[in-house]
């Protein structure tokens, strides 16, 4: 469990907390099957989901197969203007501090979901994205920001991220697999949050140069 020590005005070690963020990533990615219940299943993706250890929700992974090289998927993950050609429920995305090439800060929003049963949430995510085995891995988790906005309900990232490598034997399609638990905070049944989570996890919103 991550555990921060400042707020993200102050971080006093912007590695350091990247380090222990890949660390927590590398051992949601090393969690025995038998310990997921597959909450969806199609021909393009499965999606499974655990209680979660760091608030009372889910740790949801998802895992799919793109068509597409490792670079290029995470080019489109990661915080930058390609997330929002194809992440249909974000609306906004900032960078509000660059800590080196591949760790920042940003600050996004999201559009209502389920009929505005979900209002707009905005988030602030310190995000890191570094190598692992032979593909990439994009992590990031929210951070206290002293500085909020009345018209978003602020939600809260715990330890997220997604695993891409090359598919064996096929090295221009990749695997992608990733770990989500949002804590979207507010009156919200908790049958909500799982929908809204499920629903946003569909590879339907996600392409690169093709559609899975």
């Excluded at 050609?85 to 929003?109: A, G, K, P, Q």
């Excluded at 389920?114 to 310190?126: A, G, K, Q, W, Y």
Aim: charged fraction near 25%; include cysteine; glycine fraction near 6%.
């Amino acid at each position: 469990m991550i555990t921060q020590e400042k707020e993200m005005e102050g971080l006093p070690d912007a590695a350091a907390f990247a380090t222990k963020l890949k660390n927590t990533l590398i051992q949601y990615h090393s969690i025995e099957d038998d310990k997921w219940r597959v909450v969806k299943k199609t021909k393009d993706v499965t999606i499974w989901r655990k209680p979660s250890e760091e608030f009372n929700g889910h740790l949801f992974k998802a895992q799919g197969v793109i068509d597409d090289v490792v670079n290029s998927v995470i080019d489109h993950i990661r915080p930058g203007p390609c997330r929002l050609d194809w992440d249909s429920l974000m609306t906004s995305l900032d960078i509000l501090e660059h800590f080196e090439e591949n760790c920042c800060v940003m600050r996004y929003t999201t559009a209502g979901q389920l009929l505005n049963i979900i209002s707009p949430r905005e988030f602030v995510d310190f995000s890191y994205t570094v190598g692992y085995k032979e593909g990439l891995l994009s992590c990031g988790i929210s951070l206290d920001w002293s500085e909020k906005r009345p018209e978003f309900v602020r939600g809260y990232n715990h330890p997220c991220g997604w695993f891409c490598v090359p598919l064996k034997d096929i090295p221009n399609q990749s695997l992608l697999t990733g770990y989500i638990q949002t804590d979207l905070r507010g009156m919200i049944p908790q049958s909500a949050v799982d929908t809204a989570m499920v629903k946003g996890l569909s590879w339907k919103n996600f392409h690169c140069d093709t559609v899975i």
